[in-house]
């Protein structure tokens, strides 16, 4: 985490501080279902939850998860902040979880790693979908999605993945929730938010790698949001809250958006993640808890089960035009270097493209500021450490091109 001190992780600070004193009380533990949101009825599951398996070690910090499509009784988990690059496959088909395989992902920082989903691949098959998109201070100018093939055989590997940047429309925003249409492979994001509703964000089909993508709200989410997966049927998906500070429940919607059911979750003391064992059944689980759980799904939350969904053709990618001389470019600044509340100036360059091209830049620290016209960032800095800097130059035609650099402040 850097310790750069800007006002949107300042506001974020107090707002993590604030949760961090509420009663110890909320945190539940046990095989019990929690209690709903005031005013929320709660269906009771079809069927007693049942113990599916426990965790291998090395998963303390879990906090994504997604079930294989290759591999029957498998599915895949990661932990958060601070931990490996890893997405670990866990065969489940025992009470006791056993570790398949170990893929390290080449290339990716797990700066917040708290969503998992199984997408689609540019061929169409399944992709495990791992989503760096934790903002507890509201630090991060942008979020990404790490995408690579599910493996056909599972051993230990290094993969390495294509990577999507995403921003929000509406201004930065903490989420622990990545979920992929299984029919058309589009990825949406659910924000997190303590004490109220968060919303559902949709990626534009496809995401354009190396650009940054705009996430653009388009359904409703539960107070504290913290995964959420689609239904293998594609005709529903859920949202779950969980502990410390949400109910443990599954919210569970149909494709428009309409809420089917809330479902009653295992209590467990930081419920952190959900996914579809299949169209009638959810898989839970908590950080700091080894046991996974199956949930069965009321008939009313499980729309679909027992017939094949009709396929949404998936749109076909706008071929990438290859580049000619006059095609825009931003010349990659290269590591940079400040000294706090000290003059720093660093310019970025743009060839090729129509004029007028305008610039953009994410991540700056307080006391930076970047003159779109120019492209001279300019300013005496406030902080330490190494933050990573993105920037985009966009000309009269629309046309983009990005590019982003470590910027490290030192104190002399």
């Known amino acids: 985490m850097s310790p750069l001190l800007t006002a949107p992780r300042a506001a974020a600070l107090a707002t993590a501080a604030l949760a961090a004193i509420l009663p110890a009380a909320a945190w539940m533990t046990g095989a019990t279902a929690s209690a709903a949101p005031s005013g929320t009825a709660v269906a009771a599951p079809s069927q007693a939850p049942e113990r ?4 291998p070690g090395g998963l303390a910090e879990l ?18 902040s601070g931990n490996t690059n890893q997405v670990f496959a866990v065969d489940c088909s025992t009470p006791t979880g056993r570790l398949a395989a170990t893929l390290t992902v080449s290339g990716a920082a797990n700066t917040d790693w708290e969503g998992l989903a199984l997408g689609k691949d ?5 992709a495990i979908l791992v989503g760096d998109i934790g903002d507890n201070l509201g630090g991060r100018a942008e979020i990404t999605v790490h995408a690579f093939p599910e493996p056909e055989r599972l051993a230990d590997a290094t993969v390495t993945p294509v990577t999507h940047r995403f921003a929000y429309a509406d ?6 929730s990545l979920l992929a249409d299984p029919v058309t492979g589009r990825m949406y994001v659910a924000s997190k938010l303590i004490g109220a509703a968060g919303r559902l964000y949709r990626a534009p089909l496809p995401p354009i790698p190396g650009q940054v993508n705009t996430l653009t709200a388009v359904g409703p989410a539960p107070v504290f949001a913290t995964d959420g997966a689609y239904s293998p049927s594609g005709a529903s998906y859920a ?7 949400g109910a443990n429940t599954a919210s569970v919607y149909d494709t428009a958006g309409a809420k089917l059911a809330d479902v009653a979750l295992p209590a467990q003391s930081q419920g952190e993640t959900v996914a579809y064992a299949d169209c009638a059944n959810l898989l839970v689980g908590s950080e700091n808890d080894t046991q996974i759980w199956r949930v069965p799904l009321p008939p009313e939350a499980a729309p679909g089960c027992g017939s094949t969904p009709t396929p949404t053709p998936t749109p076909t990618p706008t071929p990438t035009p290859t580049p000619t001389p006059g095609d825009l470019r931003l010349a990659d600044p290269g590591p940079q270097k400040c000294t706090f509340n000290q003059p720093c100036t660093i310019r970025l360059t743009a060839t090729g493209g129509k004029p007028p091209v305008r610039y953009a830049a994410g991540g700056l620290p307080w006391g930076l500021t970047l003159d779109s016209a120019s492209g001279r960032i300019t300013g005496r800095p406030w902080g330490s450490g190494t933050v990573r800097i993105t920037v985009t130059a966009t000309d009269s035609t629309g ?3 990005g590019a982003a650099f470590p910027l490290t402040l030192t104190w002399f």
């Not at 540019?122 to 399944?126: L, N, R």
């Open 63 to 80: 906090s994504g998860l997604a079930v294989s499509r290759r591999h029957p009784g498998v599915f895949y988990a990661v932990n958060d």
């Open 239 to 245: 949202l779950r809250s969980g502990g410390p500070l």
């Open 171 to 176: 201004g930065r925003h903490d989420a622990e």
């Open 399 to 401: 046309a983009t091109a």
């Open 122 to 126: 540019a061929a169409g098959g399944p």
């Open 52 to 55: 599916k398996c426990t965790l």
